[in-house]
T-cell receptor, first 116, second 109 residues
Framework: GAVVSQHPSWVICKSGTSVKIECRSLDFQATTMFWYRQFPKQSLMLMATSNEGSKATYEQGVEKDKFLINHASLTLSTLTVTSAHPEDSSFYIC????????????FGPGTRLTVL | GQNIDQPTEMTATEGAIVQINCTYQTSGFNGLFWYQQHAGEAPTFLSYNVLDGLEEKGRFSSFLSRSKGYSYLLLKELQMKDSASYLCAVKNSNYQLIWGAGTKLIIKP
């Protein structure tokens, strides 16, 4: 099956620093990638949808200047949390799909971010 | 608005059968998904229904009724490892996935 990787799997950083999370589709070309955030005991919250070569579409309430998304190639998307604060501590998960109409999203293993 | 409803938590006994229901109201419909998520891990795909009826895959089956906006996930011969959250998600007319809050399933010996 299709494999999506994320790096790093966990990160601890100081408040005010920026953190970059990478999401890669290893054996398929991902036309569309999605970034989710999940707080403890809550469901997935879609943050943004990114299509290769174009600007990401952010969900309502997600600050695009704080959560920078780059989808420079068909196999790589990055999420940068700028000037991270403790309230940004969460589980960040990416998913990828070969095409908009594809029947399935393939999820990465997630990145746990802790901001001190 | 769009919403997905599923029970918050369910408890079942090892070896038994459990049915997790999901009702949805979305702008259009392009398929319904069930995912399993263990604590601290990313979701893993279980099933996909786009036509009415039952899809069976081993111990897991998923049913869809589009006219009723209803689906269920049926888990048979429950094992302790089935303890997890089960997420229902619907792809709407814009091909966006709308997620339910998940059902936490607790399996007791």
């Amino acid at each position: 099956g299709a494999v999506v990787s994320q790096h790093p799997s966990w990160v601890i950083c100081k408040s005010g620093t920026s953190v970059k999370i990478e999401c890669r589709s290893l054996d398929f070309q991902a036309t569309t990638m999605f970034w989710y955030r999940q707080f403890p005991k809550q469901s997935l919250m879609l943050m943004a949808t990114s299509n290769e070569g174009s600007k990401a579409t952010y969900e309502q309430g997600v600050e695009k200047d704080k959560f920078l998304i780059n989808h420079a190639s068909l196999t790589l998307s990055t999420l940068t949390v700028t000037s991270a604060h403790p309230e940004d501590s969460s589980f960040y998960i990416c998913s990828a799909t070969p095409g908009q109409e594809s029947s399935e999203q393939f999820f990465g293993p997630g990145t746990r971010l802790t901001v001190l | 608005g769009q919403n997905i409803d599923q029970p918050t938590e369910m408890t079942a006994t090892e070896g038994a059968i459990v049915q997790i229901n999901c009702t949805y109201q979305t702008s259009g419909f392009n398929g319904l998904f069930w995912y399993q998520q263990h604590a601290g891990e990313a979701p893993t795909f279980l099933s996909y229904n786009v036509l009415d009826g039952l899809e069976e895959k081993g111990r897991f089956s998923s049913f869809l009724s589009r006219s009723k906006g209803y689906s269920y996930l049926l888990l048979k011969e429950l094992q302790m490892k089935d303890s997890a959250s089960y997420l229902c998600a619907v792809k709407n007319s814009n091909y966006q996935l709308i997620w339910g809050a998940g059902t936490k399933l607790i399996i007791k010996p």
